[in-house]
């Protein structure tokens, strides 16, 4: 006997009151009378379903499924919308398995939609070809799902042949086939999409009006976006969080920040996805601080972050190479929860190597719990950028291990890293062998790379040959590094080759009138310094300044060369010249070659003393408490000469130094090793020279030199040059300090060791490193 009409109107009744009001208990009530009734009736049970599913008690919906002893499509199709409401996609799709309740057109789409979520072309496709066999592949709800399918699925042959075989499509399936498109960077088949919805605008809804701008964006088309801009302000879409967003993103990347703001300013409602779209155009257009501005703003208005802004925040961050601000942001980030997140990490990764604090990028790195290309990439370059070329070299070959498959942006890493060992033979086979392989097309960064390797090691007119063999005769950025190369190698006739060309292709390039100008004053030419300035003048071209700039608490300082006007100038030149005497005692000898004025060697002197990065560094010796590290940035590339002045600075000063390139991190134990090799490549070149031949002897002489310095640099230079036995290192400290006179200065000793290559070595020596004759050791080629 079946349930009356009556009883079923009023459990339905009370069952769709009860999910309204999410009365779970008064559900159950209804349910458990169904029960004692029974009677089996598939209306009440289907919507015991619905009930249990707008509860969110999924389980329960299932358990009454699989209990019911027949079943309608109604019931399929309930429990599958209940599982892709929960993002239970696989679940929806397992239910096909027992699909003895009919597959109509609702359970399809359904069915279908579930399948492009977890990206199933299988299961999609087999859909499909149910819904062709039951004649339902034109029904609308089908078409639009099997399209997003296909779309997700990145099948867009099979959707361009649904979209073609259908006689009328609506506005769902176009913006599908757009947005398929330009995931798939076929920006030439959204384009043909875009002008056939152009006739169609007044059937556009809000998602259109974000597939269009998306298009705009791919294509930088500001002037189609302006155009579909002013459709929404007709329409009054602007106002809407989503249009106004994509408006937003579609100005910031056409490089319009400004109008990316007033378009936000006017939103009535500002959600965390239009408040980072506005941070992101700022970013990207290098308004760093009008960035990190707007996320102060963001958190005043209440509105919390996601793990998406605070990495265009942390990027900002990297690009003002602002550390302290960063390390803020990653402490917001631990605090609520973001810390581990993806897009988090390899934005503090960026922001650390950018930093100059390489170690915390590698921590990062490793607390990782998922890891993508991305964060490959930004351990890599990381290395690369800070000269650490071993390491982005071993954290590539993990990547290779981790079966990640290498990018573009990886390739420019690992030839960077190339360029800096020397590696000649393994970079071109990174370019033409494992690029393709991995498919990736060569870009010009790459080449430009590949230039620099060549340059690095001298074959300067192989470089040549490669640049104008491999399409990038016309990028600047090649040449002005050959050209730079041949300023070092002093190879002044392709120089002036190589400089016409640059001047062929960018008649006012600052950089090229630069270098041109440094290679006459090293060949002392200074006519042609003349001549290279005047026709700067007339060309109106200015030299950039070299600025540097320091944060000391909350202020940034900033110096230039020579000075004169800071307050603490008085303070800072007494420490420079206090600096530049304790650094002199342990060997430093001004590089007057890298001052290129035609003035006397002490007029050089001077102008290299007051270089901004030596009056920054002084200043922040001053003003800083001892221990804490010195972080400099600068403008320009910085001159050997500081280079080597930071380093024994460092030295002498026991501090951590981040150079001002930004590519070094020089430390105390660093500095007295580079220190040795300083001194041994200054004092005996010759010598040094007949080293790197023959790798037979290895002499240093020790005139008198600091005891709080060199007796330790020495020690480590024995110790790292020289693999002795570990039970001759106290002999060898012992050695050393017997050598020291009352006045703790070394007795002009000199030492000499004779090293064969496998053999038992003989040492003659002063009479005080008697106790070091006999040592045995496996020859290592000396630190030179």
Known sequence: MGVSVDQRRVAVAVLRAAAAAGELSLGKAVHARVIRAARFDVVQYNNLIAFYVKCGRLGLARQVFDAMPSRNPVSGNLLMSGYASSGRHRDALALLRVADFGLNEYVLSSAVAAAAHVRSYDMGRQCHGHAIKAGLAEHPYICNAVLHMYCQCAYMDEAVKVFENVSSFDVCALNSMINGFLNRGQIDGSARIVRSMVRKVEQWDYVSYVAVLGHCVSTK?????????????????????????????????????????????????????????????????????????????????????????????????????????????????????????LPVGNALMNMYSKSGSVEDARRVFLSMPYRDVVSWNSIITGYAHHGRAKEAMEAFHDMLFAEEVPSYITFIGVLSACAQLGLVDEGFYYLNTMMKEVGVKPGKEHYTCMVGLLCRVGRLDEAERFIESNCIGTDVVAWRSLLNSCQVYRNYGLGHRVAEQIFQLKPKDVGTYVLLSNMYAKANRWDGVVKVRKLMRELGIRKEPGVSWIQVGSEVHVFTSEDKKHPYMEQITEKLQELIDRIKVIGYAPNIAVALHDVEDEQKEEHLMYHSEKIALAFGLIHTPKGETIRIMKNVRICDDCHVAIKLMSLATSRKIVDPDGNKVINEGKAKYRYCKHIAKQRLPNLTSELMKRGKHFILICNPLNILTFPFAFYDLLEQSFPFYNMLKRQIKDAIFRTLNANGMFNNAHIRFTLTRGKKVTSGMSPSFQPLLDLKARFAAPYC
């Open 221 to 341: 088309g500001v002037v189609l976006g302006s155009q579909v801009h002013c459709q929404a302000l007709k329409r009054r879409l602007e106002l809407n969080v989503y249009v106004g967003s994509a408006l937003v993103d579609m100005y910031g990347k056409c490089d319009y920040p400004h109008d990316a703001n007033r378009v936000f300013e006017v939103l009535p409602e500002k959600n965390t996805i239009s408040w980072t779209a506005v941070m992101t155009a700022y970013t990207q257009n290098e308004l760093f601080e009008d960035a990190l501005q707007l996320f102060l703003d963001m958190e005043m208005e209440g509105v919390r972050p996601n793990e998406f802004t605070y990495a265009v925040a942390l990027n900002s961050c990297a690009g003002l190479a602002s550390l302290k601000i960063g390390n803020a942001l990653g402490a917001c980030t631990l605090k609520t929860g973001h810390w581990g997140l």
